[in-house]
């Protein structure tokens, strides 16, 4: 038996963030909202009250019809260049690198009061590449992401890639050892690691010789949302169709539209102005009335809530209905079917490219696909079927298994604080 350890680990998603911290029988992820220990990675700058709210109850208050700035996908800044730029909140400029500092500070809050102790020491999780391609832009990002962890109390902080936490929360598991093919498909990575793992092997402080192999892929969950929306939904509002002198309408308010992160800025006055001249030039004016509608109530962020559901509910289901009365004042259109078909013909070329990823990472570390004996499913969008039916035909003899898809790196890193930091 051990004490509680002195470290936590920290896996700030996407999408969702969790806590994990090891102590002696009890549950290793943190509740940190409403008994559940998945805190969304939502921020909510409620201008009616003057208040911040954080995760479920920044969605609530948004969807509530509070006035103000629901900001998401928060970790999709790291490395890209809006890190350095800002946007306006409640009637002051506010930078996207405080911004992440204000929902990392509320997850050390949440998980000291919950813990009863103050947390010095954290291992974060990381993606394999937080930029696909540039070194030195990955390097900056975690650097960004460390300072931001210091300034908000951690002391120490250290990383661990994310799928090699999950294989280490996996491996508490085992009764003999595996060749496992971690794979993590997170909100805005697909990440994988090959790993020899077993009850031997996790009593040895140092695994590097364990790991085989590390690959990753700057695509995910987000991305499989802005594709469907792009495919059938934003078609609804315009997104395809012609102007009255034939050409085209812009495409690039429909892509903002579709992006988590991108979606404040179709709420700014120029941005106003151009969808008023998209619907006076206009040949199909009932589609930009749905348009102007959405953007007047600011309900980007709902319809994009309502896709992602979609697309999970499209996991059990072959079609669903997507509720558009909410932008359709003057009748019309009041639901859209949306298929499973669509979806995956949407998706099908981003999960061709993790698919790839997948195999050449086997083929470089020079692996006999017989010998990889499981395949270890982790993060919220690895339960896509076309994905696990993608990847699995890759290794069509190893077992897959579904880990906790949105707890095995969290309390994996709980395994990484305890080994590093006692």
């Known amino acids: 038996m051990f004490q509680a350890a002195r470290a936590c680990g920290i896996d700030f998603g996407t999408s969702n963030s969790t806590v994990g911290w090891l102590r002696p029988e009890n549950p290793v992820l943190l509740l940190l909202e409403e008994g559940r220990p998945t805190l969304p990675s939502a921020v909510f700058f409620n201008a009616d009250e003057d208040s911040v709210s954080f995760g479920r109850a920044a969605l609530a208050e948004y969807l509530e019809g509070y006035d103000g700035r629901l900001m998401r996908s928060l970790k999709s800044l790291l490395g890209s260049s809006l890190i350095d730029a800002g946007t306006e909140v409640q009637g002051r400029q506010l930078s996207f690198r405080d911004l992440l500092q204000c929902f990392i500070a509320e997850l050390r ?58 294989a280490f929360h996996y491996e508490q598991s085992l009764m003999c050892e595996e060749l496992v093919l971690i794979v993590d498909i997170g909100g805005g990575t697909s990440d994988f690691s ?47 169709s012609a102007k009255q002198n034939g050409t085209a309408m812009p495409a690039t308010p429909f892509f903002n539209l579709a992006t988590w992160h991108t979606i404040n800025f179709c709420y700014t006055r120029k941005a106003w102005a151009e969808f008023q001249d998209m619907h006076r030039d206009a040949k199909e004016r009932d589609k930009l009335d749905r348009l102007l509608n959405l953007v007047s109530q600011r309900d980007g962020h709902w319809l994009a809530l309502q896709v992602e559901q979609a697309k999970i509910a499209l996991s059990e289901t072959e079609h669903v209905a997507l509720l558009l009365e909410r932008i359709t004042r003057s009748g019309g259109l009041s639901e859209q079917r949306l298929e499973r078909a669509i979806f995956e013909a949407a998706v ?66 709980a395994v990484e604080a305890l080994r590093r930091y006692g």
């Open 348 to 413: 099908d070329a981003l999960v061709e490219q993790v698919a790839a990823t997948v195999s050449q990472m086997l083929r470089d570390a020079g692996i006999v696909k017989e010998q990889v004996g499981t395949i270890f499913f982790t993060g919220g969008s690895s339960g896509v079927p076309l994905l696990r039916q993608r990847v699995a035909a890759l290794l069509p003899q190893a077992r897959a298994v579904e880990g906790d898809l949105f707890g095995s790196i969290g309390a994996g890193l």
């Open 194 to 240: 090959l790993v020899r793992l077993s009850p031997e092997r996790a009593k040895s402080p140092e695994r590097r010789e364990d790991v085989l192999a590390n690959a990753g892929i700057h695509i995910g969950g987000t991305d499989f949302d802005k594709a469907f929306s792009l495919a059938a939904v934003m078609p609804m509002l315009g997104y395809g």
């Open 109 to 166: 809050k949440r998980a000291c009061a919950l813990s009863g102790r103050t947390f010095d020491e954290a291992v974060f999780g990381r993606p394999v590449y937080f930029v696909d391609g540039d070194p030195a832009a990955d390097r900056k990002a975690e650097a960004t992401l460390e300072e931001i962890a210091r300034a908000v109390g951690f002391r120490y902080v250290s990383f661990q890639f994310e799928p090699i936490a999950a």
